[in-house]
C-alpha cells in the first residue's frame, strides 16, 4: 500500500473510533437515566475500578500498553461521570423559573455559576461593567432590583466586601452568597447581612472554572449565622457529586492560607527561580526528570492564572504571612542543613514529611 492509502486507512480508523465512543456515550445516557430513576448514585468506583482492571488485562492480551490503556479508559469514564451529573442536575433542577442575578456573571467563575443556574432552570441575570446591556445584562447590579431568589457575588473580594455591606442596606428578600477565596475580607459584609436579617450565607468553590465534573471538588460552605440559608445553599448543589464540606468562618482563612496561600507561594517561588536562573527553559526541558516536569506542569497552570487575584489570596489573608513564614523557614533550614553536610537532619526532615504525607488520609 502507498504511504497516502496507509493514510486513508488510518483516518478510517479514527472515524471508526469516534464513532463507537458516540455509541458509548449513548449507552453512558442510557445507564444515566436508569440510575435517576432508581435513585442510585451517579458514580460507582467499584464499577470503575472493575472496567480499569478488566481494561489493563485486555490491553495486555492485545499487546497494547496496559497504563495506556487505562488512560485512555480513565477519560472516557470522566466523560462519562460529567454527563450523567450535567443530566441529573438538569433533570433535579430547582429552578422552576426562579430569578437567580450573578453579580460579577461575565467573569470566569462567575460564568461557571450563570451556566449552572441556567442549567437547573433559573431564570439567570447578569450584572457585571463587562456586559452590553439587554435582557438580563446590567453593568450595575443596583438597577437589577432586589427581586431575585437566589444573589450571588462573584467579584474580587475588595469589591465583594463592598457590595455585601451594600446589600445589607437594602435587605433582599432572597438568598445571598458569595463565593470569595477568603472570609476575612468579607466578614463585616456577611455579618451585616446576618444582623440585618437577610438570608446570607458564604460559600468557596475548591475548583477553577473550566471544572465540567465535580466528583472529587470540593465546595465549603461556612455559616456565617443563619444555618437555613446555609441548608438552602447546599440543597442547590445536592444533585451534583462534589464533595459538601461545612466549615466554621473562623477556620476558613486560616486553612486557606496553607491549601491556597502556601501551595500558590511554593510555585511562584519556584518558577521565579527557574526564570532567575539564567539557565535556558529548553535546555532544561531537554534533561528534566519526572518530580521536576511534574513539579514544572503545576507552576505552569499557577503562573497561567490570575495574578491580582493571587495577590489578595496572599495579602487579604490574615494568616497569610504566617504560612510563607512557614516556607521561608523550612527552605532556609534545608539550606543551612546541606551548607553543614547535616545528612541525618536532612534525613529526618524527609521523614517527618513522609511521616505526616501517609498520615493526611
Known amino acids: 500500500m502507498s504511504l497516502d492509502e496507509l493514510r ?40 470503575e475500578r472493575e472496567v480499569l482492571r478488566t481494561a489493563r488485562a485486555y490491553a495486555e492480551s492485545l499487546d497494547i500498553n496496559p497504563d495506556f490503556a487505562e488512560s485512555v479508559i480513565r477519560s472516557l469514564i470522566q466523560s462519562s461521570l460529567t454527563r450523567q451529573e450535567r443530566d441529573r442536575v438538569v433533570a433535579e433542577g430547582k429552578g422552576d423559573g426562579r430569578g437567580v442575578l450573578v453579580i460579577g456573571g461575565a467573569g470566569k467563575m462567575g460564568g461557571w455559576f450563570v451556566d449552572f443556574f441556567a442549567s437547573q432552570g433559573f431564570q439567570t441575570s447578569i450584572a457585571d461593567t463587562r456586559v452590553e446591556p439587554g435582557p438580563g445584562r446590567l453593568r450595575d447590579w443596583r438597577n437589577a432590583g432586589l427581586d431575585f431568589d437566589v444573589v450571588v457575588v462573584a467579584t474580587p473580594l475588595a469589591v465583594t466586601g463592598r457590595i455585601l455591606l451594600e446589600l445589607a442596606e437594602r435587605k433582599p428578600r432572597g438568598l445571598v452568597f458569595d463565593i470569595g477565596s477568603l472570609k476575612t475580607p468579607l466578614r463585616q459584609g456577611l455579618e451585616a447581612l446576618a444582623a440585618g436579617g437577610c438570608r446570607v450565607a458564604s460559600l468557596h468553590p475548591m475548583f477553577g472554572p473550566d471544572t465540567g465534573l465535580l466528583s472529587g471538588r470540593h465546595l465549603i ?19 451534583t457529586m462534589a464533595e459538601l464540606i461545612d466549615m466554621r468562618l473562623d477556620d476558613h482563612d486560616r486553612l486557606i492560607a496553607y491549601v491556597l496561600g502556601l501551595s500558590h507561594a511554593l510555585n511562584i517561588a519556584f518558577f521565579t527561580a527557574l526564570a532567575e536562573s539564567g539557565e535556558a527553559a529548553p535546555k532544561l526541558a531537554r534533561m528534566s526528570s519526572t518530580t521536576f516536569d511534574a513539579q514544572l506542569l503545576v507552576s505552569a497552570a499557577v503562573a497561567r492564572e490570575n495574578p491580582h487575584l493571587y495577590f489578595e489570596i496572599q495579602r487579604l489573608n490574615e494568616y497569610g504571612l504566617g504560612s510563607l513564614d512557614a516556607l521561608c523557614e523550612s527552605v532556609l533550614r534545608l539550606r543551612q542543613l546541606v551548607a553543614d553536610g547535616d545528612q541525618g537532619g536532612f534525613v529526618r526532615m524527609m521523614e517527618q514529611g513522609r511521616e505526616y504525607l501517609a498520615a493526611r488520609g
Open 8 to 47: 486513508d486507512e488510518l483516518s478510517a480508523v479514527d472515524h471508526g473510533l469516534l464513532e463507537l465512543i458516540a455509541e458509548r456515550q449513548r449507552i453512558v445516557g442510557e445507564i444515566g437515566r436508569h440510575k435517576l430513576s432508581t435513585g442510585r448514585a451517579t458514580r460507582d468506583f467499584e464499577r
Open 221 to 239: 460552605f461556612v455559616d456565617v449565622g443563619c444555618a437555613e440559608a446555609t441548608a438552602a445553599a447546599r440543597e442547590l448543589f445536592a444533585a
